[in-house]
């Protein structure tokens, strides 16, 4: 798990760095379309105003003098079509977007010099030299919105890279934590904001989580441990009946009891990291060999290039005992042992593993399922722990064509 965890940082630094870029791309491109559109409605409305008056001060000179000022013109071929039905005194305006040359748009004005059928004083106002300035204007905001984007994208990324990376503190507790490192802490990480408040809330899940597994962890081993006095009492009250039919059941389900407590026993040391291995370099074939023929069930064992491994013969023997067992009692024979390398494979012919042991891997007193036969669950979690203290890897998986097959690899 933990080594998924860089690419998903990555993968958020960089969601987070794009979103900003977005963002400042948006707000760039809006800023742009606005100061474009209020400049062109600035200078329309500028260029309105100027033509308005030019049209009131050419009109009183025209009245006063009879001569034509400030630009204006009786009734201009080019005057827009609005503005020579009007039949009234007052000024009007027209805009005008033909564009011959440098010169347009433009903006109108214009008004009768009399009554009603008199001529038409207009003034135009030419707006091409201002309007051309708008591209000189668009380059401009589109530069500064690229040096803007070029500050904030590192900005962005290097801000998403903190919380990524206090994220990763977080998700990365929580991965130790659900791999069975009951004391991973995340610790303060910086602010007080939701990241903060998650790195607490997994840190005090931590807490209660492994004050519920040490009490359930001490009461299993008090279990187990007082229950070995009375089991082995009743071993040595069984050897006082009378031989017979009820004497052997009942020796027989003694026997399973004192098996159960040790089993129980060796749990509560496992679950309390109180095993410690003591290795010596052993030939892998033979430990196994030695182990399959110690649980006295058949299996077939086959040995293919293989070194002397330094490990814990005893712990060894338990994993792979443990794991012909299980196949015995839970699948169907043939049972196949194969070694090879520093891998040994065990693989019975019955149903298989159930899909929750794979999924989950195996948990004491669930066998998974009914056809895997009846049993405490108790053989796959000895061997899963044994393998943890070994440094061992113990996966379970279905043979394509049927049975189940636990796999353990040795560490180099």
């Known amino acids: 798990m933990p080594l998924g965890f860089p690419r998903r940082r990555a993968s958020l630094r960089w969601k987070i760095a794009a979103l900003a870029a977005a963002t400042a791309c948006l707000v760039a491109v809006a800023v742009g379309v606005l100061v474009h559109l209020w400049t062109a409605q600035d200078i329309r409305g500028r260029a309105e105003a100027r033509a308005f008056n030019g049209v009131y001060s050419a009109m009183d000179v025209y009245r006063r003098t009879g001569t034509l000022a400030d630009g204006a013109e009786l009734d201009p071929a080019e005057l827009p079509a609005g503005l020579r039905r009007p039949a009234d005194g007052a000024r009007h305006t027209a ?22 059928g008199s001529p038409l004083l207009a003034v135009r106002i030419n ?12 380059v401009a905001m589109g530069v500064a919105s690229l040096l803007a984007l070029a500050v904030a994208v590192p900005l962005a990324g290097y801000g998403a890279g903190l919380l990524a990376r206090r994220l ?30 998650i790195a607490a809330t997994v840190d005090a899940m931590a807490d209660s989580l492994g004050r519920r597994l040490r009490t359930e962890r001490q009461f299993t081993a008090d279990v187990a441990h007082e229950l070995r006095t009375p089991v082995g009492g009743l071993l040595a009250a069984v050897d006082l009946l009378p031989e017979g039919e009820a004497e052997d059941l009942i020796r027989a389900r003694v026997r399973d009891l004192r098996a159960l407590v040790e089993d129980l026993l060796e749990i509560s040391r496992l679950d309390a990291g109180a095993e410690r291995p ?14 399959v023929t110690r649980t006295g069930c058949e299996a077939e064992v086959s040995v293919g290039t293989v070194a002397s491994v330094e490990t814990d013969p005893r712990r060894l023997e338990r994993i792979v005992g443990n794991l012909v067992v299980n196949a015995h009692r839970h699948g169907a024979a043939p049972v196949l042992v194969g070694v090879e390398g520093r891998t040994v494979v065990v693989r019975d012919h019955g149903p298989g593993f159930p899909a929750d042991l794979l999924r989950h891997g195996p948990r004491r007193f669930r066998t998974g399922a009914a056809e895997r036969g009846s049993g405490h669950g108790l053989g796959l979690t000895i061997a899963v722990g044994q393998a943890r203290v070994l440094g061992a890897e113990l996966s379970f998986a279905n043979a394509g064509d049927g049975g189940a097959v636990a796999t353990l690899r040795l560490p180099d």
């Open 95 to 116: 805009y005008d977007g033909r564009v011959v040359g440098n010169d347009g748009p433009s903006v109108w004005a214009a008004q009768r010099t009399g009554g009603p």
């Open 127 to 138: 707006m091409g030299p201002e309007l051309s300035d708008l591209p000189r204007l668009d």
């Open 168 to 197: 990763g503190r977080v998700a990365e507790t929580a991965g130790r934590i659900s791999a069975g490192d009951l004391d991973a802490r995340t610790g303060p990480t910086g602010g007080h904001d939701e990241v903060a408040e």
């Open 278 to 291: 003591v290795r010596a370099r052993v030939p892998l074939g033979e430990v196994v060999r030695e182990a």
